[in-house]
Antibody, heavy 121, light 107 residues
């Protein structure tokens, strides 16, 4: 079964950093673009970042540019999101999502269960 | 940024009825629009892509249509498991954007 498993969330103070990971299984990871999508408590979905299958073609939403870095290790079938200078408004459930294509993800046909990031003092 | 506005915010219907949800784009997204379903405590599920194509395993009662700026998701003969929140998403422009969601409730 195609699966994505996120980890690395937690409670962090404003200005702090976290690294999220997403372990992929049962599909050829390098063939697909991947994304992070977040959902603040009780709110809708917000696309955050995307990365092409080879690690190029990187895109971010404006609110995280310069603070978040998306990367991937195809030898480990793992996607990462390094989040720095965290703000209260970054508090959300962060989903790892498999794109339906590459180098751009287009749509998201497989999602993880999410990892919760809480930014608070 | 492309703003997707979904209507209505909440739709209350009974099982067996037809639901029609709308997504309006603030600028052209060509044919690059998808619909997702999200149930409480679950991740979203892709239902429709490129306006009218059903994703793998999606029942035929779900259909998508429309052309810019208005797109629709129609659910024929609602089943109890269809009551959820529905989101549209565009991939024509960066950043990818989602609508704010339509809550489909049991009447």
């Amino acid at each position: 079964e195609v699966q994505l498993l996120e980890s690395g969330g937690g409670l962090v103070q404003p200005g702090g950093y976290l690294r999220l990971s997403c372990a992929a299984s049962e599909f050829t990871f390098s063939n697909y673009a991947m994304s992070w999508v977040r959902q603040a408590p009780g709110k809708g979905l917000e696309w955050v970042a995307a990365i092409g299958g080879t690690g190029g073609d990187i895109y971010y939403t404006d609110s995280v540019k310069g603070r978040f870095t998306i990367s991937r290790d195809n030898s480990k079938n793992t996607l990462y999101l390094l989040m720095d200078s965290l703000r209260a408004e970054d508090t959300a459930l962060y989903y790892c999502a498999k794109g339906t294509a590459a180098p751009r993800p287009h749509y998201f046909d497989v999602w993880g269960q999410g990892t919760l990031v809480t930014v608070s003092s | 940024e492309v703003v997707l506005t979904q209507s209505p915010a909440t739709l209350s219907l009974s099982p067996g009825e037809r639901a029609t949800l709308t997504c309006r784009a603030s600028q052209s997204v060509r044919g690059y629009l998808a619909w997702y379903q999200q149930k409480p405590g679950q991740a979203p599920r892709l239902l429709i892509y490129d306006v009218s194509n059903r994703a793998t395993g999606i029942p035929a009662r779900f259909s998508g249509g429309g052309s810019g700026p208005d797109f629709t998701l129609t659910i024929n003969s609602l089943e109890p498991e269809d009551f959820a929140v529905y989101y549209c998403q565009q991939r024509n422009n960066w950043p990818y954007t989602f609508g704010q969601g339509t809550q489909l409730d049991i009447k």
